[in-house]
Structures are given as C-alpha cells and as structure tokens.
C-alpha cells in the first residue's frame, strides 16, 4: 500500500515558499560557493563556442539544495551528432548537450558512496540567454536543477536555474552564492524578481 500524503509532503518541502507583499510565491532554491560558480564559468568558457555540460552533488535539507561539488563532463553531443549529421541538419553541436548514460552512472555511484546525490546537471548557451530551449524542457528530468550559464562572446555571464513542474514545464529557481568573505548568501540568478 503506497503512502500517497507522505508522497505528497516530500514533493511539498522540496520547495520553498518566499514571502512577497501577501503573495505566498512557490520558489525552489539551490545554494552554490564561490568555486562552484568559478568552475561552471571556467568550463563554459574554455568550451566556447560549443556547449559544456557537467554534474552537481549535494544535498536537499528542507526543501533547499546545497551544491558540495561540481563536476564537469565532456559533452558527448558532439559524437553522436556526427552520426545524425545527414538527416538532422538543423540541430548544431553548439546548441545541444548530452550526458554520455555511463558517466551519470559512475558520477552517481560515487555520490551515493559519499551520501550524496546528483541534485543539478548544467550547460552553457554560447551567444544565448540563459534560458532553457525547447530541446532542454523535452530531455529534463524531474528533480534536477538544470542550472544554464550564458556566454556571450566568450565570456560567461547570466546564470539561472530552472526546474520541472508536474507538468514538465520549466519553472525558475533561486541560485544563492556566498559572497566571498562573507557568511551571507546572495542572489545571482535573474530569472526571479
Ligand atoms: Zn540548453
């Protein structure tokens, strides 16, 4: 017998919910350190103009993300877009990622050897905003935080992160970094006002 209210409570607490004026606004949040943004900015610039992609671990406490480490993967786009290269023109490597299936599962072996869980996958949009495509949405998983960092001429800037709803549509998450020297976190994402 599936206990559906203690199903529903935990997809309940994975969110948080921001105060605004007397609006109650559902709003998911994932805490990253310094480095953690450094090293998302450094892989997507060192890959420019083609998309990087890589792995968070952490861990969920009270409905907040928190970002232990980052890993970045090589985007296996790249081969298996040379096989499709014929009948799907219109897909270019710099606007597509992939994970290779054998790569999340050592990535993920290795978390769970450590107590952790893969909590986001991100990618870059060279020469695009850092919002999710069309193609993104389609691939997402639910639970992940598809965190997306934009580099514009080579220079990683805008990043946000975005989750699933029930209705695999993309919703807005809060990325909150500590300021370096600091014990505060700070908002870095635009997505959310
Ligand atoms: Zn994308």
Same mark, same amino acid.
């Given at each position: 017998m599936v206990d559906d209210y203690s199903h529903y409570k935990a997809r309940f607490d994975s969110y948080n919910y921001q105060k605004l004026g007397n609006l109650k606004i559902l709003t998911a949040v994932i805490k990253l350190l310094p480095e953690h943004l450094q090293t998302i900015q450094s892989h997507a610039e060192s890959t420019y103009p083609e998309e990087c992609c890589g792995l968070i671990l952490g861990y969920v406490t009270e409905g907040?993300?928190? /970002?232990v480490e980052v890993i970045p993967t090589a985007n296996a786009w790249s081969s298996e877009a040379d096989n499709f290269a014929e009948n799907n023109t219109t897909h270019s490597t710099n606007r597509r990622y992939a994970i290779a299936p054998l790569v999340m599962l050592q990535v993920q072996k290795s978390a769970r050897d450590r107590s952790l869980n893969i909590i986001s996958i991100y990618h870059s949009h060279p020469n695009y905003p850092a919002v999710p495509s069309e193609c993104d949405r389609s691939y997402a998983w639910t639970g992940y935080s598809y965190i997306i960092?934009?580099?514009?001429?080579?220079? /990683?800037g805008e990043i946000n992160s975005w989750t699933l709803d029930d209705n695999h549509q993309f919703q807005a998450e809060t990325i909150l970094a500590l300021e370096s020297g600091n014990s505060d976190y700070i908002k870095v994402s635009t997505n959310l006002n």
């Open positions: 907040v993300k928190t /970002a960092v934009s580099v514009q001429n080579g220079v /990683a």
